[in-house]
């Protein structure tokens, strides 16, 4: 029973501590919604939103590592001006990876935009409340403290392909994911998961992944007007569609089912491969 339960050193192995954080996090999330339904009409948006899940995850996360004795910090986040920045960067690469994909498509001839009438600023912060949720949530989930127990147990490389293969599993039921569009999307998403859990192993933080996806999703949907992994809305602006294949435009499922995005991807997953990181981050990521 040690070996299967305890390591060497007689500590729970570290696929136990994963299960133990998913069942944990089923826990609150059954309790919160059961608690929605309980409660007055007023609780059942905030139990049950976008926020509520990623309070989920964040409190799922800390008791883990309470039980290991651990700060939140050791997860990657630590509340100071480094986050900040990392947050920060994050954005603007998420914001640049959407730019630059969009912007080869429209010079390929693949759309062009007009304004949505009737957006405003207001809009543009509501947008980026939203997926600022989606991306603490995702991130907690996906290059947590799961993600980094299985870097632990599996090494790097075994932990990226096994969370990109859960990261576009959950996407997997989204709208518009059939035919050759489930294919591109599906490279691309895990290529986004790769992207992602590279930029915490560069920085050992969660901060970058968090502004990276924050960025991505925000400038594909709220600002660009694209679909969302298929989730559509309107943004400041509305892209028009010429006739072109939606291999190229990624049609209403969004930029992600582009091979322009894959390749996109792909150079900035090399890029972030060739940088050495945050000097104090990647002695934390490597000692994972």
Do not use: K
Request: proline residues 3%; positive net charge.
């Amino acid at each position: 029973m040690r070996g299967l339960f305890l390591d060497d050193h007689g500590a729970l192995r570290n696929g136990w501590r994963i299960l133990q954080f998913m069942l944990l996090l089923s826990l609150l999330g059954f309790l919160a919604a059961l608690l929605a339904r309980l409660g007055p009409p007023a609780w059942q948006d905030a139990l049950q939103g976008r926020w509520a899940g990623a309070a989920c995850a964040l409190a799922a996360t800390w008791l883990c590592l309470r039980a290991e004795g651990h700060p939140l910090a050791e997860a990657g986040l630590r509340p100071d001006g480094r986050f900040l920045l990392g947050t920060t960067l994050g954005i603007l690469g998420g914001a640049a990876i959407m730019l630059v994909t969009a912007g080869l498509i429209r010079g390929l001839g693949g759309f062009h935009w007009i304004r949505t009438p009737g957006t405003g600023p207001g809009d543009l912060l509501a947008g980026a409340w939203l997926y600022l949720a989606v991306a603490w949530y995702e991130e907690l989930l996906f290059r947590g403290y799961a993600f980094q127990r299985a870097v632990r147990g599996l090494g790097f490389a075994g932990a990226q392909i096994l969370f990109a293969a859960a990261f576009v599993a959950v996407h997997w039921g989204n709208p518009g994911m059939t035919g050759a569009t489930r294919a591109w999307a599906t490279l691309n998403i895990a290529m986004a998961g790769l992207l992602l859990g590279l930029c915490w192993r560069r920085t050992g933080s969660l901060a970058l992944p968090i502004g990276l996806h924050l960025g991505w999703n925000w400038t594909q949907g709220t600002l660009l007007g694209f679909g969302v992994s298929g989730t559509e809305g309107a943004g400041w602006w509305t892209p028009v569609f010429h006739d072109r294949p939606e291999w190229l435009t990624g049609g209403a499922f969004g930029l992600e089912a582009s091979a322009i995005c894959a390749l996109v991807c792909g150079m900035t997953i090399l890029g972030l491969w060739r940088w050495r990181g945050f000097s104090a981050g990647a002695s934390t990521a490597s000692g994972s």
